[in-house]
């Protein structure tokens, strides 16, 4: 079992910026996709950007080039940068990594709790 710790939610005016980050603890066998999601009010949850083991990064076709997602293998995280944030940005953002225990037959996705962005007009 791993557990996410997510943090750097917050309120931030229109056009200012925010840094997420996710760590994962517990008994880490093989982390493989680790990304974000958000979900606002009255709509579906959505991938925002996501990182491959390699280091290859994709992003949700909003995001336009406005939110950067690092990865650092060692210290099992990840971290994702939004600047000049819109209003439309405001949802609640969730860290999910796909992870291997090395037993199983497959590997289980895994959810942090959510922080929430609120971005002000």
């Known amino acids: 079992q791993v557990q996410l710790v997510e943090s750097g939610g917050g309120l931030v005016q229109a056009g200012g910026s925010l840094k997420l980050s996710c760590v994962v603890t517990g008994s880490i066998f093989s982390l493989n996709a680790m990304g974000w999601y958000r979900q606002a009010p009255g709509k579906e949850r959505e991938l925002v950007a996501d990182s491959t083991r390699t280091g290859g990064a994709g992003y949700a076709a909003f995001v336009k080039g406005r939110f950067t997602i690092t990865r650092d293998n060692r210290k099992h995280s990840i971290s994702l940068q939004m600047n000049n944030l819109e209003p439309e940005d405001t949802a609640v953002y969730y860290c999910?990594?796909?992870?291997?225990?090395?037993?199983?037959?497959?590997?289980?996705?895994?959810w942090g709790q959510g922080t929430q962005v609120t971005v002000s007009p």
């Open positions: 999910a990594v796909d992870h291997w225990d090395g037993r199983a037959p497959a590997s289980s996705t895994y």
